[in-house]
C-alpha cells in the first residue's frame, strides 16, 4: 500500500509565504516524477509544478519565480516552497507521484502508476 501525504498549508496573507511538503510511503521500488497541483473552487484541477527523478522541474506560467519544487529521495519527500502569494493561489493542493510500487510478496516490482495524497488547504487573504 502507497500512501501520499501532505502537510504545511494554511492561511496566509497576501505577498506572504508557505512550505508544502508530501511525503510517500509504503511498498515502493522507485519515484519517477513527482508534483503538485491545485483545484480552486468551481474550476478544474491544473497543473503547478512537476519535478523528475533527476530533478528537471516544469512550472505553470502563473507561479513562475514564484513558486519552487524540489524533492528529497532519501525521505521520498516533495517539496513547494510559495513566495509572494497571491489569493488567486488558493485552492486545495495536490500532491502526486509516479512510482515503481512493489508487489505483495515484497520482491517484486509492478507497472508505474500515479498516486494522489488527500490535498491540502491554502488560503491567501487580500
Request: charged share 15%; aromatic share 8%; glycine share 10%.
Amino acid at each position: 500500500q502507497v500512501q501520499l501525504v501532505e502537510s504545511g498549508g494554511g492561511l496566509v496573507q497576501a505577498g506572504g509565504s508557505l512550505r508544502l511538503a508530501c511525503a510517500a510511503s509504503g511498498s515502493i521500488f522507485s519515484i519517477n516524477a513527482m508534483g503538485w497541483y491545485r483545484q480552486a473552487p468551481g474550476k478544474q484541477r491544473e497543473l503547478v509544478s512537476t519535478i523528475t527523478s533527476h530533478n528537471s522541474t516544469n512550472y505553470a506560467d502563473s507561479v513562475k519565480g514564484r513558486f519552487t519544487i524540489s524533492r528529497d529521495n532519501a525521505k521520498n519527500t516533495v517539496y513547494l516552497q510559495m513566495t509572494s502569494l497571491k489569493p488567486e493561489d488558493t485552492a486545495v493542493y495536490y500532491c502526486a507521484a509516479n512510482l515503481f510500487p512493489r508487489g505483495a510478496t515484497g520482491r517484486d516490482v509492478l507497472s508505474p502508476h500515479d498516486y494522489w495524497g488527500q490535498g491540502t488547504q491554502v488560503t491567501v487573504s487580500s
